[in-house]
């Protein structure tokens, strides 16, 4: 058993004892854990002060003042510690050397979507044919979408491009074949425009989309003829698929246009063979086309006995599908990065 005297020697050096053991130490965790062996619950300062009971009663207050004197000198180190050890970080941080020569990390840049890219180079074959680039507004007029183009309300053919109606006069545009009409309303003949853009149907399945992209063409002039009009297909399929494939056109019913056809191409992937992308045909239909009906010339004010013209409007999807193998058309749309990396 200790003296009170002995007592207050022992509790004095758990001070340098703590400083010699703390001292070598680098980071907060190591000084924290010497801290509770000195400090805490069954830490050198409590087990001394298990001897407190046996002291006579008068001098305990003395060995208490010398126990709380250690604490606070412990407490007082730990601090210092950690200064220490902030400092020194501190330090290194500045010491380390920064070389502001080395050439900066490339940033990851985004690029044009698959369907731009595809609309922008289709666009770019037919402007070396002469064409130039028309607009037309999505949310259009009835008369425009449909009335001038030869499709009155009653007409059967309406059920044909399932329409979303903005008023009974308003819709969202369901072809971009009304750009035509708002073209030969403001411009006199000769005419070669196209006009890509966005379309809306009430339509839902992997190769339609209630939002999809057309692109329209247009050619008005004296001596244009169905010729003509194949063979302005039939270049551009050879140069946007930068192969050596042939058109079909399958004689169908638009009513703005008088012969009316289907228009299909060899199959860009299989060649014509036949594959899953053509259904084993070898042909995929990509759009509409025909001359343009007399009817039409009338309602915008063309002279149908001199001008003759072609029209056509392809899908832009379906032609980004036959270059890529795109085989669900919801992939545009989604937002994906890991499908738009790709392109
Ligand atoms: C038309 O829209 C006519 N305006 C085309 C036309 C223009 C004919 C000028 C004559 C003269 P059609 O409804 O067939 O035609 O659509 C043309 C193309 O758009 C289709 O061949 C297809 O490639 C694409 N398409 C049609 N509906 C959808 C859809 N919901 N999703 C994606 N693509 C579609």
């Given at each position: 058993?200790?003296?009170?005297?002995?007592?207050?020697?022992?509790?004095?050096?758990?001070?340098?004892?703590?400083?010699?053991?703390?001292?070598?130490?680098?980071?907060?965790?190591?000084?924290?854990?010497?801290?509770?062996?000195?400090?805490?619950?069954?830490?050198?300062?409590?087990?001394?002060?298990?001897?407190?009971?046996?002291?006579?009663?008068?001098?305990?207050?003395?060995?208490?003042?010398?126990?709380?004197?250690?604490?606070?000198?412990?407490?007082?180190?730990?601090?210092?510690?950690?200064?220490?050890?902030?400092?020194?970080?501190?330090?290194?941080?500045?010491?380390?050397?920064?070389?502001?020569?080395?050439?900066?990390?490339?940033?990851?840049?985004?690029?044009?979507?698959?369907?731009?890219?595809?609309?922008?180079?289709?666009?770019?074959?037919?402007?070396?044919?002469?064409?130039?680039?028309?607009?037309?507004?999505?949310?259009e007029t009835d008369w425009h979408t449909f009335e001038?183009l030869?499709i009155?309300?009653?007409?059967?053919?309406?059920?044909?491009?399932?329409t979303?109606?903005?008023?009974?006069?308003?819709v969202?545009r369901t072809h971009?074949s009304p750009?035509?009409?708002?073209?030969?309303?403001?411009?006199?003949?000769?005419?070669?425009?196209?006009?890509?853009?966005?379309?809306?149907?009430?339509?839902?399945?992997?190769?339609?989309?209630?939002?999809?992209?057309?692109?329209?063409?247009?050619?008005?002039?004296?001596?244009?003829?169905?010729?003509?009009?194949?063979?302005?297909?039939?270049?551009?399929?050879?140069?946007?698929?930068?192969?050596?494939?042939?058109?079909?056109?399958?004689?169908?019913?638009?009513?703005?246009?008088?012969?009316?056809?289907?228009?299909?191409?060899?199959?860009?992937?299989?060649?014509?063979?036949?594959?899953?992308?053509?259904?084993?045909?070898?042909?995929?239909?990509?759009?509409?086309?025909?001359?343009?009906?007399?009817?039409?010339?009338?309602?915008?004010?063309?002279?149908?006995?001199?001008?003759?013209?072609?029209?056509?409007?392809?899908?832009?999807?379906?032609?980004?599908?036959?270059?890529?193998?795109?085989?669900?058309?919801?992939?545009?749309?989604?937002?994906?990065?890991?499908?738009?990396?790709?392109?």
């Amino acid at each position: 058993m200790s003296t009170t005297p002995e007592l207050i020697a022992k509790l004095e050096k758990l001070g340098d004892e703590f400083l010699a053991q703390a001292q070598p130490l680098a980071d907060e965790q190591s000084i924290r854990a010497a801290q509770a062996q000195f400090l805490g619950k069954k830490g050198k300062v409590s087990e001394l002060m298990k001897e407190l009971g046996k002291l006579p009663p008068a001098e305990r207050p003395q060995v208490g003042a010398a126990a709380n004197k250690v604490k606070e000198k412990i407490e007082q180190l730990v601090e210092a510690c950690l200064v220490r050890i902030a400092n020194a970080a501190k330090q290194q941080d500045l010491a380390r050397k920064v070389d502001i020569t080395l050439p900066a990390r490339p940033v990851g840049g985004g690029h044009l979507h698959l369907l731009t890219q595809v609309r922008q180079e289709a666009v770019a074959v037919f402007a070396e044919l002469g064409f130039v680039v028309a607009e037309g507004p999505q949310i259009e007029t009835d008369w425009h979408t449909f009335e001038a183009l030869a499709i009155p309300k009653d007409h059967p053919a309406r059920d044909m491009q399932d329409t979303f109606y903005v008023s009974e006069e308003i819709v969202l545009r369901t072809h971009t074949s009304p750009v035509q009409v708002r073209t030969m309303l403001t411009q006199p003949p000769p005419i070669r425009i196209v006009a890509p853009g966005h379309v809306y149907r009430r339509d839902d399945d992997p190769t339609h989309s209630p939002m999809f992209t057309q692109l329209e063409g247009l050619a008005v002039d004296t001596d244009i003829s169905f010729s003509d009009l194949k063979g302005t297909l039939l270049h551009f399929v050879k140069r946007f698929f930068q192969k050596d494939l042939g058109i079909r056109l399958r004689p169908s019913y638009f009513p703005f246009v008088e012969p009316g056809a289907e228009v299909d191409m060899q199959c860009s992937f299989c060649g014509g063979s036949g594959c899953r992308i053509c259904k084993q045909t070898g042909w995929v239909e990509i759009g509409g086309a025909g001359m343009v009906d007399p009817d039409v010339f009338k309602n915008v004010g063309i002279d149908s006995e001199r001008f003759t013209g072609f029209a056509f409007g392809m899908g832009i999807e379906r032609m980004a599908m036959l270059r890529h193998g795109v085989n669900d058309i919801k992939f545009y749309y989604e937002g994906d990065v890991r499908f738009l990396e790709q392109f």
